[in-house]
């Protein structure tokens, strides 16, 4: 079932193109990751899926309609974006910030009610985060607040996910956490748009691949017809090594 596509998708910052004719189908279950060269256009991507970014030529569809006739209450029960800055500007403790996921789920004068509230706790926990709930957000490093915007996406239990660089920040281990609960969330059903600068975090979680060469081109598909060492050694113009072990592959800038 197609949650997501785009329809020759073309962005524009300024007079740069930055990603021309996408065309994009995003089914149940699939996880994909998003790469490319700082500027290429992967977070302005996002942006204009969600719906905040208004393309330069083409459309984006939300379960078969034009995202701009999807009014923004209806996007955020159908989709979780989790931006590039962890922003608050309000005062707000680390379990406040995570019940804000439940925000589309509830009316306007309603409270969040104690399975709301068990919800978020069991999305701290699944990040290494259950004894931070009483914790002042802004008293957290930026790895912490990295995950707790993750666990803010999954509280939210949206089908679709748009995650931009969610694992920045964030030390080695809490990194594979954070793989790990991706790949239950692709197990669950859920669908994954993920921006990430380490080719590597596709082979832990990953079904599919785009491709972002900055001027206008991409590449998009099965992550084993996209992702190997001759097509992101012209994406991050350096030459890279592929590894297998395990079936999987492994890429290496070459020194």
């Known amino acids: 079932m197609s949650l997501l596509q785009t329809q020759n ?17 995003i089914g149940t279950g699939e996880a994909w990751i998003v790469l490319g060269e700082n500027g ?4 302005t ?16 569809m939300l379960g078969g ?30 379990l406040e910030k995570t019940l804000t996921g439940r925000h589309p789920h509830l009316s306007r004068w309603e409270w969040e009610s104690d399975a709301d509230l068990v919800l978020a706790q069991q999305q701290l926990a ?16 930026g790895g912490e ?16 996910l748009l995650l931009d660089e969610p ?10 956490q954070a793989l790990g609960v991706l790949r239950e969330e692709v197990q669950e059903g859920r669908s994954i748009v993920m921006v990430s600068h380490d080719p590597n975090h596709a082979a832990q979680f990953a079904t599919h691949a785009l491709l972002l060469f900055g001027n206008g081109e991409w590449q998009a598909g099965v992550l084993a017809d996209v992702l190997n060492a001759e097509m992101l050694s012209k994406l991050y113009h350096h030459p890279v090594f592929e590894m297998q072990q395990d079936g999987k592959s492994w890429f290496v800038p070459i020194a």
């Not at 998708?9 to 189908?25: C, F, P, V, W």
């Not at 991507?45 to 984006?60: D, N």
């Not at 699944?126 to 490093?141: E, P, T, Y």
């Open 9 to 25: 998708l073309s962005l524009k910052q300024g007079e740069r193109i930055l990603i021309a004719g996408l065309n994009l189908t």
């Open 40 to 43: 290429c256009g992967k977070s």
């Open 45 to 60: 991507l996002l942006s204009a899926l969600a719906g905040w970014f208004k393309p330069y030529g083409g459309a984006v």
């Open 65 to 94: 309609q034009a995202i701009t006739q999807v009014v923004p209450a209806q996007r955020a029960l159908a989709m979780a974006w989790q931006t590039q800055q962890d922003e608050c500007p309000f005062p707000l403790t680390t």
């Open 126 to 141: 699944r990040l290494d985060l259950a004894d931070f709930g009483a914790r002042d957000l802004a008293s957290l490093s």
């Open 145 to 160: 607040r990295r995950r707790v915007s993750l666990a803010t996406v999954l509280t939210q239990q949206a089908p679709l």
């Open 167 to 176: 694992l920045s920040q964030l030390d080695l281990r809490h990194q594979q």
